[in-house]
């Protein structure tokens, strides 16, 4: 039987290997952490409204259930024309790979000043440690945003700087410290959230005015510092902590590869996520570049369509059929966006934008598909269709 590699321990990686064993193939997945991490659920870190452990699932265990074989080790590069995989610790060769690796962030002057709950999962940590610091301290200004990437708009993280603000504010109200606070939301973009509608941009500016959220949005980001954002056109935007997540951007690791790159540095695939030029390669999830509207975004939801499409386009493939799945018609947008005490649906696609407020029950919905998702990856529930 063919050798199929998968890189990356992500939501693409996870659930391409998931669904190849499904079809009884043997696969190796590559992962650089031996634990998988629940981006959507890790924004209650930073205010302790869960544990950094609650948030991770050993990889050993999901090999274990699924029988997959795992190989943690950090991959340096991957060598197309000899069909093998560079790691820190050897080589592997494979007949089938699968690119899912996910992105590299645009880099910015300062980095070093700026804390992301979207970057290295440590860094949830870090905020957490800042926000404490500044809780005793019992005053202070918080900057959160986000940026966006001139050469591809799909990989820009809104929602999660969102949720990380919402919850700021949520948990200084409940401390009773909020007066005692100014939060700033901030963007180098003129309309922030504008792929999510008309109607739901609205809808957003209404909850920043509302929790007395300022809105600093427009200017190019010239450089993070010690005590805030310097911008393009030199004004300042002071804060004593500061939470930004960079848009994604193409893999440093890819370069010279045999792959074929777009200008940002992505993956080209056509809609069943096969390389472009390359029958054996397929790529998934962020490092994929995806083709359609202008506000299409990448997403856990499609990262876990498109590794279920490979899966199948994989084995439909090997058995000579000539059916093939695609991604084009899962593109959307799709999340609870969680206030710490309620939750707002957001939801776009090609007819509509739509972002519906949740009181309370909101932020349990959350909770409990986090629940939900760990039990299901693990067997001891089923996976309901299409989550």
Not at 87 to 111: E, P, R
Not at 224 to 251: C, N, T, W, Y
Not at 335 to 362: E, H, K, Q, S, W
Request: proline residues 4%; hydrophobic residues 40%; aromatic residues 8%.
């Amino acid at each position: 039987m063919k050798r199929i590699v998968v890189l990356g321990g992500g939501f693409a990686g996870l659930e391409t290997a998931i669904h190849l064993r499904k079809r009884n193939y043997d696969v190796t997945l590559v992962s650089d952490r031996d634990y998988f991490y629940i981006y959507p659920i890790s924004i209650w870190v930073p205010t302790r409204a869960t544990a950094f452990e609650n948030v991770c699932m050993p990889m050993h265990r999901l090999q274990k259930v699924h029988g997959f074989e795992l190989v943690v080790d950090r991959v340096e590069a991957v060598d197309i024309p000899n069909q093998q995989v560079v790691l820190t610790g050897g080589t592997l060769d494979y007949d089938i790979l699968v690119v899912a690796v996910g992105a590299d962030k645009v880099q910015h002057a300062g980095n070093e000043h700026f804390v992301s709950i979207c970057g290295k999962p440590e860094e949830s940590l870090r905020l957490r440690e800042k926000l404490d610091a500044l809780l005793a301290r019992g005053h202070g200004k918080i900057a959160v945003g986000f940026g966006g990437n001139p050469l591809d708009r799909t990989g820009v993280r809104g929602g999660p700087a969102f949720e990380v603000l919402f919850n700021f504010h949520n948990l200084l109200r409940k401390k009773k410290l909020r007066d005692n606070f100014e939060l700033t939301f901030f963007a180098p973009m003129a309309r922030p959230g504008e792929r999510l509608g008309e109607k739901a941009l609205g809808m957003m500016d209404t909850m920043l005015a509302r929790m007395n959220i300022q809105k600093r949005v427009g200017a190019k980001i010239k450089a993070f510092q010690p005590d805030g954002v310097l911008f393009e056109d030199e004004s300042r935007l002071d804060a004593d902590l500061v939470m930004f997540i960079p848009s994604g951007a193409g893999k440093r690791l890819l370069q010279g590869s045999g792959l074929p790159l777009t200008e940002a540095g992505f993956v080209k695939i056509d809609e069943t996520c096969q390389v472009e030029g390359i029958d054996n390669v397929y790529a998934v999830g962020d490092i994929a570049n995806i083709e359609g509207p202008d506000w299409r975004a990448k997403q856990g939801h499609l990262a876990e369509v498109m590794a279920r499409n490979v899966a199948f386009n994989i084995d439909a493939k090997e058995r000579g059929s000539e059916r093939r799945r695609t991604y084009a018609h899962h593109l959307s947008i799709l999340c609870v966006m969680d206030t710490g005490n309620g939750a707002a649906f957001v939801y776009r696609d090609n007819c509509r934008g739509v972002i519906i407020p949740l009181p309370i029950v909101g932020h349990w919905l959350k909770k409990a598909w986090g629940a939900y998702f760990k039990l299901s990856k693990l067997k001891k529930i089923p996976r309901i269709p299409g989550m």
